[in-house]
Antibody, heavy 116, light 113 residues
Framework: EVQLVESGGDLVQPGGSLRLSCTAS????????MYWVRQAPGKGLVWVSR????????NYADSVEGRFTISRDNAKNTLYLQMNSLSAEDTAVYYC?????????WGQGTLVTVSS | DIVMTQSPDSLAVSLGERATINCKSS????????????LVWYQQKPGQPPKLLIY???TRESGVPDRFSGSGSGTDFTLTISSLQAEDVAVYYC?????????FGQGTRLEIK
């Protein structure tokens, strides 16, 4: 059974940092592109970042470019999102999702709240 | 970026009646070499992640009830629920995966009338 479990969400002050993790199981993790998608409270879905199977191709949404870093450790079946210089606009549930053209599996999400 | 626009923003339908949600893309998401539309529909219930319903615009995901169907091609797509059930109350999103970045519609909230 495919499972994606996010962790690391927390309350953080503006300007602070946080690292999210997504632990995968039930499939060959290194064979898939992985995404981070976020959803602000009461809002829609927005892609944040993506990484290919071997970590050599990475893309970011303009809104997080230069502040967020996506990475993966295929030996640990884990996807990461390092988030720096956080602002209130980054408050959201962050989902990791497996991509097979489309998102066929999603994690349950982890809540990041940026507030003083 | 391809802009995805859903209509309506919200919809109230009686139990057992048909619900129709539309999705329009700012450019075609039909890939001519394989004649596939790179369009997917998700269902999201409160407090849950999105759930895959329909991919390639009209292929139902395994386990999804057959009252859900997808249609359309090019730039205009429709998600139809043939006979609304109480458990179908949710927000529905379309998304294109034709080109990067992937983009979502703004969502359509479906409620019981």
């Amino acid at each position: 059974e495919v499972q994606l479990v996010e962790s690391g969400g927390d309350l953080v002050q503006p300007g602070g940092s946080l690292r999210l993790s997504c632990t995968a199981s039930g499939f060959t993790f290194s064979s898939y592109w992985m995404y981070w998608v976020r959803q602000a409270p009461g809002k829609g879905l927005v892609w944040v970042s993506r990484i290919n199977g071997d970590g050599t191709t990475i893309n970011y949404a303009d809104s997080v470019e230069g502040r967020f870093t996506i990475s993966r450790d295929n030996a640990k079946n884990t996807l990461y999102l390092q988030m720096n210089s956080l602002s209130a606009e980054d408050t959201a549930v962050y989902y990791c999702a497996r991509t097979n053209y489309f998102f066929d599996y999603w994690g349950q999400g982890t809540l990041v709240t940026v507030s003083s | 970026d391809i802009v995805m626009t859903q209509s309506p923003d919200s919809l109230a339908v009686s139990l057992g009646e048909r619900a129709t949600i539309n999705c329009k893309s700012s450019q075609s998401v039909l890939y001519s070499s394989n004649n596939k539309n790179y369009l997917v529909w998700y269902q999201q219930k409160p407090g849950q992640p999105p759930k895959l319903l329909i991919y390639w615009a009209s292929t139902r995901e395994s386990g999804v009830p057959d009252r859900f169907s997808g249609s359309g091609s090019g730039t205009d797509f429709t998600l139809t629920i043939s006979s609304l059930q109480a458990e179908d109350v949710a927000v529905y999103y379309c998304q294109q995966y034709y080109s990067s970045p992937i983009t979502f519609g703004q969502g359509t909230r479906l409620e019981i009338k």
